[in-house]
């Protein structure tokens, strides 16, 4: 008697719900009683649960394909060719495998036609439509996805925590919804990160030591808080499609570690590609803002980055290769050095030699610091000036709120042309998508404009703090004040030319109200 095997496969958690899977199993089951009057054993019943078809690397494949070795069965059942797989190339290399250890595959829902040429082909035409329509299956499922998302009426299945994602029927949106629980701890997180120098793994460790789980439900790691800190979403905005797969490098060497690459690599896609999608905000723009010019200034000035403490680390940059100069310390003395200039050098810079003392530098650096304090009014008159950049006038203000009227009369217009017939859905998606993309560009620019007075700052309170942070010895205070209000200093054969934050950079990181220190 020859022993019987069966094999089924769903491809989505959506089809396991509504039971296919099952029915698959009934099907293969009762033909193998009826027609072969056998009972399949459930170690030969190999059954894949949300697994795609479009590949050989499948848990039960493996092991049916293992077990056809082992000659554990004579014949193999399965409801349709493209259960077994809707990739041409996967498919004739499992027939083939079976072939070779003389397993008969019967599909159920095909005539017995032998095992001759004519056969052979019509099995390789069916594998053939199944991998198409495979192919064609996806491109429409993530064209119509696309274009919800597009038009506002869909969000990213993928919740982030801190958010559930809420599944609406057919018209309706769905949505993300606060998990209120979730919410207090992201919330938590900006706070603590934006009241002082503190590191990511100190927060996971304070977060660890509450009992408070992480997205996992493990502990939490300095990695999870650096990417939480980091989503847009907590400020309303997701960004759909951002990435794209690189499967380039798959079998090549890895950069760290031994081994090749088995996954893609995930690069950034050109901005204008991306999809913007609105959600509850858990916190405001300003302070994901703030955290965002911690987190790179954290990461430029990241202590890792020199085993020593050097006040100008970060700092001093080459004036020919504009790379950051590295602290050595040779004899007891400081030197800040390029070390970009030799074999290091980039394509189409010259090699050259960057190299200054620190005895020489720290005290010429500090002198020009005290030099702008001396003159109070230039950083008022610099913050003003930024103010008055960023500020939008009336008008336009005016301008925006007008054209923003006249496209949503021009949307109605063409709803009611095509509620009339005058319209056909292809022409009414076809004249509605550009009025809608400059809509939610003006929408960005009414929300960007700053709203009431600007800020002022007291020049007073200001100038005292830092004198104070001037006065004082301790390295750490003296690197803080360094920064916040030196953006870089060039380092060239001639000069030393010291980049202000304010007022000779448009890009501040300088808050009207400074922490005392």
């Not at 495979?134 to 299945?157: C, F, I, K």
């Amino acid at each position: 008697m020859r022993r019987v095997a069966l094999y089924a496969r769903v491809s989505s958690s959506h089809q396991e719900k509504e039971e296919t899977i099952e029915s698959q199993l009934e099907q293969l089951l009762v033909y193998a009683r009826q027609q072969m009057q056998q009972e399949i054993p459930p170690e030969l019943q190999f059954v894949e649960r949300a697994v795609t078809g479009d590949r050989l690397a499948r848990p039960a494949l493996d092991r049916l394909r293992d077990a056809a070795l082992e000659g554990a069965f004579d014949v193999l059942l399965c409801q349709h060719v493209d259960r077994l797989a809707r990739n041409l190339g996967a498919q004739r290399v499992v027939l083939d495998e079976l072939e070779q250890e003389e397993v008969e595959v019967i599909f159920l829902s095909q005539p017995d036609l032998g095992r001759d040429a004519q056969a052979k082909l019509l099995l390789n035409i069916q594998g053939a439509f199944a991998e198409y329509e495979r192919v064609h299956a996806q491109d429409r499922m993530r064209r119509g996805r696309l274009y919800r998302l597009r038009h506002g009426e869909s969000v990213p299945v993928q919740a982030l925590y801190g958010y559930r994602f809420q599944p609406a029927p057919l018209p309706h949106r769905s949505t993300w919804v606060v998990v209120p629980e979730e919410a207090v701890v992201v919330k938590q997180v900006f706070a603590w990160y934006n009241e002082g120098p503190v590191s990511q793994g100190t927060l996971a460790r304070k977060l660890n030591q509450q009992g408070t789980p992480s997205p996992e439900g493990k502990a939490w790691c300095a990695s999870t808080l650096g990417r939480l800190l980091r989503q847009p979403a907590y400020k309303g905005t997701v960004y759909y499609g951002r990435h794209r797969a690189d499967y380039s490098a798959i079998g090549k060497p890895r950069r760290q570690g031994q081994g090749t690459l088995r996954s893609p690599r995930y690069r950034l896609r050109p901005v204008e590609e991306w999809v913007e999608i609105r959600v509850p905000p858990l916190v405001d723009a300003d302070t994901w803002q703030q955290t965002q010019e911690r987190l790179e200034m954290n990461a430029h000035f990241a202590q890792r980055n020199s085993r020593r403490t050097y006040l100008l680390r970060g700092l001093l940059v080459c004036g020919t290769c504009y790379h950051t100069l590295q602290g050595r310390t040779q004899q007891g003395k400081v030197y800040y050095v390029c070390t970009h200039g030799g074999v290091h050098c980039s394509p189409g810079v010259p090699r050259h030699s960057c190299s200054v003392r620190g005895d020489v530098v720290e005290p010429l650096v500090w002198h020009s610091l005290a030099e702008l304090l001396r003159d109070p009014q230039r950083i008022q008159a610099a913050w003003e000036a930024y103010q008055a950049e960023q500020a939008t006038t009336p008008d336009q203000l005016r301008h925006w709120q007008q054209r923003q009227k006249l496209l949503h009369k021009q949307r109605q217009r063409l709803l009611d042309a095509y509620q009339v017939g005058l319209l056909t859905l292809q022409e009414l998606i076809e004249r509605q998508n550009p009025l809608e993309v400059e809509s939610r560009e003006l929408q960005k620019q009414l929300d960007a404009a700053p709203q009431g007075q600007p800020e002022r700052i007291s020049l007073e309170t200001f100038t005292q703090r830092i004198q104070r942070a001037l006065t004082s010895a301790d390295v750490e205070t003296q690197q803080e004040v360094l920064r916040l209000l030196i953006e870089r200093i060039v380092v060239t054969d001639e000069a030393l030319t010291v980049e202000h934050v304010i007022p000779t950079v448009n890009y501040s990181r300088l808050h009207p109200t400074c922490r005392e220190t």
